[in-house]
């Protein structure tokens, strides 16, 4: 069982930045890739970035690269995620998952991952 916290939303205005963290609870965190998906009012929940469970691969969607930037501490069981040129498109709840580091399935599938924070809003101003 995983526990997970997520951190640092708020309100920016485009071409801004900002870090979202999420803290884990358990000992096993190290034994998960850790992923980071959004929601935007009426779409579905998105992947946007990805590292795997040694911190020895990134992915990332289009939409997202060259303008975040995702990293983990295995140490702290923590998962970072840093935005820099936040458009207003951005606007989201974005969560962190956990997928167990064996799993066969995409790492882009949502449904590959099995545990989910409560999310945090961040909001891009135009």
């Known amino acids: 069982q995983v526990q997970l916290v997520e951190s640092g939303g708020g309100l920016v205005q485009a071409g801004g930045s900002l870090r979202l963290s999420c803290a884990a609870s358990?000992?096993?965190?190290?034994?998960?890739?850790m992923g980071w998906f959004r929601q935007a009012p009426g779409k579905e929940r998105e992947f946007v970035a990805v590292?795997?469970?040694?911190?020895?691969?990134?992915y990332y969607a289009d939409s997202v690269k060259g303008r975040f930037s995702i990293s983990r501490d295995n140490a702290k069981n923590t998962v970072s995620l840093q935005m820099n040129s936040l458009k207003p498109e951005d606007t989201a709840v974005y969560h962190c998952?956990?997928?167990?580091?064996?799993?066969?399935?995409?790492?882009?599938?949502?449904?590959?991952?099995?545990?989910w924070g409560q999310g945090t809003q961040v909001t891009v101003s135009s």
């Open positions: 998952a956990a997928r167990p580091r064996f799993s066969s399935g995409s790492i882009y599938d949502i449904h590959e991952y099995w545990y």
């Open positions: 590292v795997r469970w040694n911190g020895g691969s990134t």
């Open positions: 358990g000992r096993t965190f190290s034994t998960y890739d």
